[in-house]
C-alpha cells in the first residue's frame, strides 16, 4: 500500500516545531534556569524553580540539545546598562514620586518668581525635511541627563529616587511606542533632530577694535575661570530684527538678559540707510542695557565682558565709564573664544526659537526665561545650578 505524504513533507524543509505554551517567560528567568542546569538539576526541577512549568523547562532544554544557549553561558557578557530589564521597567512605572519628579522637569512650564505662568509662543513647523512633527514647544524641558544627575543632589539619602538618563529614554520609548523622537523634538533647543553644517560667514574687522582690547589682553583668571566676574556677551536675532542681549559668567554660567525693546516709528517707514537704529539693539541701547544690567552686581563682579565685534558694540569706552567693565573683543569667525555663551544662546533657542518675534516678550517674560535657565542643574557644575553656584561665591 503507497501511503501518501503531505506537501509539507513533500517539500524537503524540516518540521514546524509545536507552538506548545506561549512565551511568557523572561530572560531573567532562561537565565536562572540555565543556571540551576549547570549546578546539576533536572530540567523538571530547574523549571519549577524558576516558576515555569515542567513541560516548558523540558522544551528549552530540548530545543537546545542540553546547552545552555550563548547569551545565558557564564562566559558571556553581561547586557548594556541602557537596556531595561522588565523588573526595572516596572519600577519605573510604579514609583510615583520618581515618576512626577522625571514628567515635570521634562515638560515643565517657565513659570515667573511670583509663581504666575508665563505663555510661550506657538511656533509650528515649516519645510520639507522637518515633516510630522509637533510644534515646539516653550518649556524647562531638563534633558535625562540633567534629571539623572540632579536627583543625587535633591535626594541624596532616598536610594528610591535614582534612575539613568538612558532609563528615562528607554521608558518613553516603550510608553511612547515609537513616537519618542517626535516628542522630544518638540522640546529641542535646536529645534532638529540632526546637526546642520555651519554657515560660512565672512566678517570684516570693526573701526572701534584696537590690538590692545582684543582677547588676547584679556587677564588669564578669565581663561581659567578661577575667578567669577568675567562675562561673555551676544545678541540672539529673531523675526523682523528684534534681538535680546545675552550676559553669561564664565566662572557660574550664570545668565542675564537684556531687553531690547523696538524704538518708535520702528515699520512706519522704509529703513533709512545709515540712520537711527529703531530695531532697539543698536549701539546706544545696548550699552544702555547692558549699563542697567550689571550694575545691580557688585563691583568684583564686574571684571570683564567679551563680545564679538558686531557694531552694537562701537559705544564699548562709554560702557566702561558707565558700567565699570572693561570690554574685549573676539578674533573675527572665533565664536569658540565666547564657549560659554555660545552654549548659552543654543539653550535659549528652547525658550525662544527662532522664527519669532522677539519684541514680543515683556522685560518680566525675558527675566522669567532667565531665573529658569538660572535653576537648570549644568553638567560642568557638578550638576548644581548657576544661581547656586553664584551664591557660594557670594557667601
Same mark, same amino acid.
Not at 322 to 331: L, R
Given at each position: 500500500?503507497?501511503?501518501?505524504?503531505?506537501?509539507?513533507?513533500?517539500?524537503?524543509?524540516?518540521?514546524?516545531?509545536?507552538?506548545?505554551?506561549?512565551?511568557?517567560?523572561?530572560?531573567?528567568?532562561?537565565?536562572?534556569?540555565?543556571?540551576?542546569?549547570?549546578?546539576?538539576?533536572?530540567?523538571?526541577?530547574?523549571?519549577?524553580?524558576?516558576?515555569?512549568?515542567?513541560?516548558?523547562?523540558?522544551?528549552?532544554?530540548?530545543?537546545?540539545?542540553?546547552?545552555?544557549?550563548?547569551?545565558?553561558?557564564?562566559?558571556?557578557?553581561?547586557?548594556?546598562?541602557?537596556?531595561?530589564?522588565?523588573?526595572?521597567?516596572?519600577?519605573?512605572?510604579?514609583?510615583?514620586?520618581?515618576?512626577?519628579?522625571?514628567?515635570?522637569?521634562?515638560?515643565?512650564?517657565?513659570?515667573?518668581?511670583?509663581?504666575?505662568?508665563?505663555?510661550?509662543?506657538?511656533?509650528?513647523?515649516?519645510?520639507?525635511?522637518?515633516?510630522?512633527?509637533?510644534?515646539?514647544?516653550?518649556?524647562?524641558?531638563?534633558?535625562?541627563?540633567?534629571?539623572?544627575?540632579?536627583?543625587?543632589?535633591?535626594?541624596?539619602?532616598?536610594?528610591?529616587?535614582?534612575?539613568?538618563?538612558?532609563?528615562?529614554?528607554?521608558?518613553?520609548?516603550?510608553?511612547?511606542?515609537?513616537?519618542?523622537?517626535?516628542?522630544?523634538?518638540?522640546?529641542?533647543?535646536?529645534?532638529?533632530?540632526?546637526?546642520?553644517?555651519?554657515?560660512?560667514?565672512?566678517?570684516?574687522?570693526?573701526?572701534?577694535?584696537?590690538?590692545?582690547?582684543?582677547?588676547?589682553?584679556?587677564?588669564?583668571?578669565?581663561?581659567?575661570?578661577?575667578?567669577?566676574?568675567?562675562?561673555?556677551?551676544?545678541?540672539?536675532?529673531?523675526?523682523?530684527?528684534?534681538?535680546?542681549?545675552?550676559?553669561?559668567?564664565?566662572?557660574?554660567?550664570?545668565?542675564?538678559?537684556?531687553?531690547?525693546?523696538?524704538?518708535?516709528?520702528?515699520?512706519?517707514?522704509?529703513?533709512?540707510?545709515?540712520?537711527?537704529?529703531?530695531?532697539?539693539?543698536?549701539?546706544?541701547?545696548?550699552?544702555?542695557?547692558? $549699563?542697567?544690567?550689571?550694575?545691580?552686581?557688585?563691583?568684583?563682579?564686574?571684571?570683564?565682558?567679551?563680545?564679538?565685534?558686531?557694531?552694537?558694540?562701537?559705544?564699548?569706552?562709554?560702557?566702561?565709564?558707565?558700567?565699570?567693565?572693561?570690554?574685549?573683543?573676539?578674533?573675527?569667525?572665533?565664536?569658540?573664544?565666547?564657549?560659554?555663551?555660545?552654549?548659552?544662546?543654543?539653550?535659549?533657542?528652547?525658550?525662544?526659537?527662532?522664527? $519669532?518675534?522677539?519684541?514680543?516678550?515683556?522685560?518680566?517674560?525675558?527675566?522669567?526665561?532667565?531665573?529658569?535657565?538660572?535653576?537648570?542643574?549644568?553638567? $560642568?557644575?557638578?550638576?548644581?545650578?548657576?544661581?547656586?553656584?553664584?551664591?557660594?561665591?557670594?557667601?
Amino acid at each position: 500500500m503507497r501511503v501518501r505524504k503531505r506537501r509539507s513533507h513533500r517539500s524537503g524543509r524540516a518540521p514546524l516545531l509545536s507552538p506548545g505554551r506561549p512565551p511568557v517567560s523572561s530572560r531573567d528567568e532562561r537565565r536562572r534556569f540555565w543556571s540551576a542546569i549547570v549546578a546539576g538539576m533536572s530540567s523538571e526541577d530547574a523549571a519549577v524553580a524558576v516558576g515555569v512549568s515542567q513541560a516548558v523547562g523540558t522544551r528549552w532544554f530540548r530545543k537546545a540539545g542540553g546547552m545552555p544557549p550563548a547569551m545565558f553561558r557564564s562566559s558571556a557578557k553581561p547586557l548594556s546598562g541602557r537596556y531595561l530589564s522588565l523588573p526595572e521597567r516596572e519600577e519605573i512605572a510604579v514609583n510615583s514620586a520618581l515618576r512626577t519628579y522625571v514628567e515635570e522637569r521634562l515638560a515643565g512650564i517657565v513659570v515667573a518668581p511670583s509663581g504666575m505662568r508665563i505663555p510661550g509662543p506657538t511656533v509650528a513647523w515649516k519645510g520639507r525635511l522637518h515633516g510630522p512633527r509637533q510644534d515646539r514647544r516653550w518649556a524647562k524641558a531638563w534633558s535625562p541627563e540633567q534629571i539623572a544627575r540632579r536627583l543625587l543632589i535633591d535626594f541624596p539619602e532616598d536610594m528610591t529616587m535614582r534612575i539613568s538618563h538612558e532609563a528615562i529614554y528607554q521608558a518613553l520609548f516603550v510608553q511612547g511606542r515609537g513616537v519618542l523622537r517626535r516628542e522630544l523634538t518638540a522640546c529641542l533647543r535646536t529645534g532638529r533632530a540632526l546637526r546642520m553644517p555651519r554657515a560660512r560667514v565672512g566678517r570684516r574687522g570693526k573701526s572701534f577694535v584696537s590690538p590692545e582690547i582684543m582677547i588676547s589682553q584679556r587677564p588669564a583668571e578669565a581663561a581659567d575661570r578661577a575667578v567669577p566676574g568675567h562675562w561673555e556677551g551676544d545678541l540672539i536675532l529673531g523675526l523682523g530684527s528684534s534681538a535680546i542681549g545675552t550676559l553669561v559668567e564664565r566662572t557660574t554660567r550664570f545668565t542675564m538678559l537684556l531687553h531690547l525693546p523696538r524704538l518708535s516709528g520702528h515699520g512706519d517707514a522704509p529703513r533709512t540707510k545709515n540712520g537711527p537704529a529703531l530695531a532697539g539693539h543698536g549701539a546706544e541701547a545696548v550699552r544702555s542695557a547692558i $549699563t542697567r544690567t550689571i550694575i545691580t552686581l557688585p563691583e568684583e563682579l564686574r571684571r570683564s565682558l567679551t563680545w564679538d565685534q558686531g557694531a552694537e558694540m562701537a559705544q564699548h569706552a562709554r560702557l566702561k565709564i558707565d558700567a565699570g567693565v572693561q570690554v574685549y573683543f573676539c578674533d573675527p569667525q572665533s565664536p569658540w573664544q565666547r564657549g560659554s555663551n555660545e552654549n548659552t544662546n543654543g539653550l535659549l533657542r528652547q525658550y525662544f526659537p527662532k522664527g $519669532t518675534d522677539l519684541s514680543a516678550y515683556s522685560a518680566d517674560a525675558i527675566a522669567a526665561v532667565a531665573a529658569t535657565l538660572n535653576s537648570r542643574p549644568r553638567k $560642568t557644575l557638578g550638576w548644581k545650578t548657576p544661581a547656586e553656584a553664584l551664591d557660594e561665591w557670594l557667601r
